[in-house]
């Protein structure tokens, strides 16, 4: 049986063991806390154009976090003027550490006795410009197109050289008219962009040649004739615009509405089927004005100005604007407007 004096006793060794543990675990962490950050300096640093910063010119590593991203927006000095280059020296870095308040036990310096320090440099080439106007210029070509046939005839002048800048501050952006198709010769502006700034517009000439399969009559078709495989044959054919041609599901079978001359091209209002079985646009009928491109669908209220059937050419009224526009019927009631 314990007495009171010795329960007393080992109540007293229990808490100075418990008490030498905390104190080590204490110190442990005061330890890791104090781990001092690695800054090793590299040999050689591009920069943006403004100060220099630490980590700039060197990888940092250890240490706390905070403390450590502290360090990393320490300035050190002003970036060099285009074509020049400075050195930024080991002892540099150590007294702007020391003049900035922190002790010498929270940091290592390591590396190369001094950098060698020049202003950064982004070109913007000119093959960079000109694949951005051909793939803006693809990107406006409507899905159901054969094909497209983009050459290009000038080239930007010069590349565009950008000191001070890194990659990720410059964007190149063409310029083109989201609402017209293209077709022949264009001429794509190009702005590049300097950290959301416009810094210059260069221009790319272009030249798109759309192409459509089209079908064609081999031989003359009269009115009420059927159209067969026999008279009627597909072809790849330059087009400067759009046309409202037939796939050769909606042709073969059908009937031919007037008379079609050989090697004549074949539209959805040349199919006698069409007339009949859509309904016709009257006059000062109220339609459904429609521009669609991948991605986008804009309808609008237009007025008619004439009769017409699907497949046909008509004008239309826009009842917004006043302006008198042309389209094509693509269903009853329905205008397509092609720019």
């Known amino acids: 049986m314990f007495g009171t004096r010795n329960i007393d006793l080992l109540w007293l060794v229990t808490g100075f063991a418990f008490a030498g543990l905390a104190f080590g675990q204490a110190h442990e962490g005061v ?5 001092p950050i690695v800054i090793r300096l590299e040999d050689t640093a591009r920069v943006p154009d403004r100060l220099v910063l630490l980590d700039d010119v060197a990888e940092l590593t250890g240490g706390a976090e905070l403390l450590r991203k502290r360090f ?4 050190l000095a002003a970036a060099p003027a285009p074509g020049q280059k400075t050195r930024i020296t080991k002892k540099q870095v150590l007294y702007r550490l020391l003049l ?3 002790s010498r036990s929270l940091f290592l310096l390591e590396g190369p006795d001094s950098v060698t320090v020049e202003l950064a440099k982004y070109t913007v080439t000119v093959e960079q410009m000109v694949q951005a106007a051909i793939e803006a210029v693809r990107s406006l070509l409507p899905s159901d197109l054969s094909d ?4 290009v005839l000038r080239e930007p002048d010069r590349a565009v050289e950008l000191a001070g800048a890194l990659p990720e501050e410059v964007r190149i952006a063409p310029v083109l008219n989201t609402f017209l198709r293209p077709s022949g010769q264009m001429l794509v502006p190009i702005d590049v962009y300097l950290r959301g700034k416009l810094f210059t517009r260069q221009y790319v000439s272009l030249s798109v040649q759309v192409y459509e399969s089209v079908p064609i009559a081999v031989r003359a078709i009269n009115p009420g004739d059927e159209f067969t495989v026999e008279n009627v044959a597909f072809r790849r054919v330059a087009v400067d615009g759009p046309m409202a041609v037939p796939g050769r599901e909606q042709i073969i079978g059908q009937r031919a509405r007037r008379l079609l001359r050989p090697l004549q091209a074949i539209t959805l209002a040349d199919i006698a089927e069409a007339e009949q079985e859509s309904a016709p646009i009257k006059p000062r009928q109220i339609v459904e004005l429609l521009v669609q491109r991948p991605g986008l669908k804009v309808t609008a209220r237009g007025e008619s100005l004439q009769s017409a059937r699907v497949g046909d050419m008509i004008r239309v009224r826009n009842v917004d604007s006043n302006r008198v526009i042309v389209g094509w019927v693509i269903a009853p009631g329905v205008v397509e407007v092609r720019f």
Do not use: S, T
């Open 148 to 151: 497209a046939a983009i050459r």
């Open 100 to 102: 900035a308040g922190y």
């Open 72 to 75: 990393a927006k320490l300035d």
């Open 31 to 35: 330890g890791r806390a104090r781990e």
